[in-house]
């Protein structure tokens, strides 16, 4: 169907909305794609609309070509679940929470993996049935502190939300890279320029979690990719050389010892449930630091949990004063029937994976101090890890640390800085939910099988003001043609009654022949129409206007500003 200026729900605006400013709002709001209602909410228009449901189908083809299959929640959810995973109160100030009038405890879905863990365990039982991939294009809610930019940080936005559930860790990492494959085939064909970076130090297992970034300048997430190597992360996960530290005297290098009685993930979080107010399970171990301090002098040994990565900033702090003054347990002088937990060292990747046993915990936190640790290979413990000495470590650093110029953490190049919009994230979960539910599939040995998963995101409606961001010029939008409102922009430029019906005839065969037009038949000048069509921002321009006379249409490419004639007998063959 042609889209007709004359009728198209459509008021473009001259000036750009006072509470604008980056690019893609300006545009967005003035094209007419967009409308405000309240601060991070927005409506859609036909023309935003349009955009919006073409990049989902692009995802929705994508994500169906990996075999993953389409579902659908509710946006209001019971609290039950997320009371389940400690959501319901970790989510914080983010989480819009709300009453039914029975006084029962409601919210709008952030995210769904409560959900989707739920009704997996409700389907499925038998090894196999998986492993499963499921995915919504959904409606999310999220009370930001800092609504930005209009569509690009709301406060409710779509989002394609994934879910993989396998039986083990090899399955789980083929489904990672099958959703890395697509989001890459997904970001070009919306013709974005984007990044692939770390999200986490790697250190839990290579490509636990990476980000897709859109490369720009108003982007809110700042990342350092190297210059001669593909090493590419977010600030927030950079890898960066620690001093090195003093060998402790007489003593040889980091050792895992064998110990009858060491913790295991599963005997730590069976000691943190029976002595703290908190529920863990047992990947919650993952991230989570777990320290055992006491003040000097102090005969208390003191517990902490601390959460990484998720509130990494608050926990640093409470983690830094609570051990500056105080003493690490030395796993010599513990006992570990008393203390099942403790070991003594900096968590370090390298020593442990060289002796086959993965460390339980985010091993981030840097400040030169030991922190304590367990081992996963039961009946064993780490002891004299020193940094520096026996790993490299990754440190977690603010963005100000990292500085240009700094060597690339691999070695090889050094880094340069830029900005990105995160427009994906894709994460190996492991067990934390299914944990929390049971997921559990009865296995070929008749035992049961805990189920790993992963998640992965796409921020769909970020995607228009992305691509809009990287795509516009000072008079307006610029739409790769896979997402375009339409493909052709048909201005009739002119008053004649000839101008008009041969506008109107080439605009019906265009359509005839399945290009999507849009056809200016308003009665409003051509400079009018022009300055329209340059802001809406559809790829070619099709102007119909005095050169009929000589028989010849003019073929304007929005984004190179090329301008060509073309026979008005030809147009329609030319553009299709
Ligand atoms: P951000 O760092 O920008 O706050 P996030 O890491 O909190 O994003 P995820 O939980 O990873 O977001 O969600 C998956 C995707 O959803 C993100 O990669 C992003 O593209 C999109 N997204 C997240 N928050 C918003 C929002 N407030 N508005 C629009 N899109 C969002
Ligand atoms: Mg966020
Ligand atoms: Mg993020
Ligand atoms: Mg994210």
Same mark, same amino acid.
């Given at each position: 169907m042609i889209t007709r200026m004359s009728t198209l729900f459509l008021r473009t605006l001259r000036e750009d909305p006072a509470d604008a400013e980056v690019p893609s709002h300006k545009l967005l709001v003035r094209a007419g794609y967009v409308r405000r209602i309240a601060p991070g909410i927005y409506s859609w228009l036909p023309l935003g609309l349009r955009v919006l449901r073409k990049i989902e189908e692009i995802v929705r083809e994508e994500m169906n070509a990996i075999g993953a299959q389409e579902i659908h929640f509710p946006a209001l959810l019971p609290k039950e679940p997320y009371d389940a995973t400690n959501r319901w109160t970790?989510? *914080?100030?983010?989480l819009f929470r709300l009453k039914d009038r029975k006084g029962g405890d409601y919210l709008l879905g952030p995210t769904h993996e409560e959900l989707f863990a739920l009704t997996v365990k409700g389907e499925y039982s038998s090894y196999k049935d998986y492993p499963v991939m499921l995915y919504q294009i959904q409606t999310k809610y999220r009370d930001e502190e800092r609504p930005r930019a209009g569509i690009l940080r709301g406060r409710e936005f779509v989002m394609k939300d994934s879910y993989s559930f396998d039986l083990d860790d090899e399955g789980l990492a083929a489904s990672y890279q099958l959703h890395r494959d697509a989001y890459i085939r997904i970001f070009d064909r919306v013709g974005l320029r984007y990044v692939i970076v770390?999200?986490?130090?790697?250190?839990? *297992?290579?490509?636990?979690s990476e980000e897709f970034l859109a490369e720009s300048e108003t982007g809110e997430d700042t990342f350092v990719r190297s210059t001669e190597s593909g090493f590419a992360a977010n600030v927030e996960a950079v890898v960066t050389p620690a001093p090195p530290a003093e060998p402790i005297e007489g003593k040889a290098a980091a050792e895992v010892h064998h110990t009858p009685n060491t913790p295991t993930i599963e005997t730590l979080v069976d000691f943190l449930n029976a002595n703290t107010d908190r529920k863990f399970t047992a990947a919650d171990t993952l991230k989570n630091v777990l320290v055992k301090t006491r003040q000097p002098g102090s005969p208390d040994w003191e517990l902490l949990a601390v959460g990484l990565p998720g509130d990494r900033e608050v926990d640093m702090k409470r983690l830094e004063a609570s051990l500056e003054p105080a003493e690490v347990a030395l796993l010599e002088e513990a006992d570990f029937a008393a203390n099942p937990f403790l070991v003594k060292g900096y968590i370090g990747p390298k020593a442990l994976q060289d002796n086959g046993v993965r460390y339980l915990v985010d091993p981030r936190v840097v400040s030169g101090t030991a922190w304590v640790t367990g081992a996963d290979k039961g009946d064993h413990h780490v002891v004299d890890l020193l940094c520096g000495r026996d790993f490299t470590p990754d440190g977690t650093i603010e963005a100000a640390e990292v500085r240009e110029g700094d060597p690339s953490p691999d070695g090889r190049g050094t880094l340069v800085a830029a900005r990105g919009i995160e427009i994906g994230h894709i994460f190996q979960l492991g067990r934390k939910y299914a944990d929390a539910f049971s997921l559990d599939a009865l296995g070929q040995d008749g035992k049961p099988k805990r189920i790993t998963m992963g998640s992965y995101g796409v921020g769909v409606s970020r995607l228009v003001a992305a691509i809009a961001e990287q795509s516009h010029d000072e008079v307006g939008l610029v739409w790769p043609r896979e997402v375009a409102p339409a493909d052709v922009h048909v201005v009739i430029a002119g008053k004649d009654e000839s101008i008009r019906e041969r506008g109107e005839a080439i605009a019906a065969e265009l359509d005839a022949a399945g290009v999507q037009v849009v056809l200016d038949d308003r009665t409003v000048s051509p400079g009018v129409k022009f300055a329209d069509s340059e802001l809406i921002g559809v790829p070619t321009v099709l102007v119909v206007g005095k050169g009929l006379t000589r028989g010849v249409v003019e073929v304007r490419d929005r984004r190179s500003g090329d301008r060509a004639e073309v026979e008005a007998d030809n147009a329609v063959q030319h553009l299709i």
């Amino acid at each position: 169907m042609i889209t007709r200026m004359s009728t198209l729900f459509l008021r473009t605006l001259r000036e750009d909305p006072a509470d604008a400013e980056v690019p893609s709002h300006k545009l967005l709001v003035r094209a007419g794609y967009v409308r405000r209602i309240a601060p991070g909410i927005y409506s859609w228009l036909p023309l935003g609309l349009r955009v919006l449901r073409k990049i989902e189908e692009i995802v929705r083809e994508e994500m169906n070509a990996i075999g993953a299959q389409e579902i659908h929640f509710p946006a209001l959810l019971p609290k039950e679940p997320y009371d389940a995973t400690n959501r319901w109160t970790e989510y *914080g100030p983010n989480l819009f929470r709300l009453k039914d009038r029975k006084g029962g405890d409601y919210l709008l879905g952030p995210t769904h993996e409560e959900l989707f863990a739920l009704t997996v365990k409700g389907e499925y039982s038998s090894y196999k049935d998986y492993p499963v991939m499921l995915y919504q294009i959904q409606t999310k809610y999220r009370d930001e502190e800092r609504p930005r930019a209009g569509i690009l940080r709301g406060r409710e936005f779509v989002m394609k939300d994934s879910y993989s559930f396998d039986l083990d860790d090899e399955g789980l990492a083929a489904s990672y890279q099958l959703h890395r494959d697509a989001y890459i085939r997904i970001f070009d064909r919306v013709g974005l320029r984007y990044v692939i970076v770390a999200a986490t130090s790697g250190a839990m *297992g290579g490509s636990a979690s990476e980000e897709f970034l859109a490369e720009s300048e108003t982007g809110e997430d700042t990342f350092v990719r190297s210059t001669e190597s593909g090493f590419a992360a977010n600030v927030e996960a950079v890898v960066t050389p620690a001093p090195p530290a003093e060998p402790i005297e007489g003593k040889a290098a980091a050792e895992v010892h064998h110990t009858p009685n060491t913790p295991t993930i599963e005997t730590l979080v069976d000691f943190l449930n029976a002595n703290t107010d908190r529920k863990f399970t047992a990947a919650d171990t993952l991230k989570n630091v777990l320290v055992k301090t006491r003040q000097p002098g102090s005969p208390d040994w003191e517990l902490l949990a601390v959460g990484l990565p998720g509130d990494r900033e608050v926990d640093m702090k409470r983690l830094e004063a609570s051990l500056e003054p105080a003493e690490v347990a030395l796993l010599e002088e513990a006992d570990f029937a008393a203390n099942p937990f403790l070991v003594k060292g900096y968590i370090g990747p390298k020593a442990l994976q060289d002796n086959g046993v993965r460390y339980l915990v985010d091993p981030r936190v840097v400040s030169g101090t030991a922190w304590v640790t367990g081992a996963d290979k039961g009946d064993h413990h780490v002891v004299d890890l020193l940094c520096g000495r026996d790993f490299t470590p990754d440190g977690t650093i603010e963005a100000a640390e990292v500085r240009e110029g700094d060597p690339s953490p691999d070695g090889r190049g050094t880094l340069v800085a830029a900005r990105g919009i995160e427009i994906g994230h894709i994460f190996q979960l492991g067990r934390k939910y299914a944990d929390a539910f049971s997921l559990d599939a009865l296995g070929q040995d008749g035992k049961p099988k805990r189920i790993t998963m992963g998640s992965y995101g796409v921020g769909v409606s970020r995607l228009v003001a992305a691509i809009a961001e990287q795509s516009h010029d000072e008079v307006g939008l610029v739409w790769p043609r896979e997402v375009a409102p339409a493909d052709v922009h048909v201005v009739i430029a002119g008053k004649d009654e000839s101008i008009r019906e041969r506008g109107e005839a080439i605009a019906a065969e265009l359509d005839a022949a399945g290009v999507q037009v849009v056809l200016d038949d308003r009665t409003v000048s051509p400079g009018v129409k022009f300055a329209d069509s340059e802001l809406i921002g559809v790829p070619t321009v099709l102007v119909v206007g005095k050169g009929l006379t000589r028989g010849v249409v003019e073929v304007r490419d929005r984004r190179s500003g090329d301008r060509a004639e073309v026979e008005a007998d030809n147009a329609v063959q030319h553009l299709i």
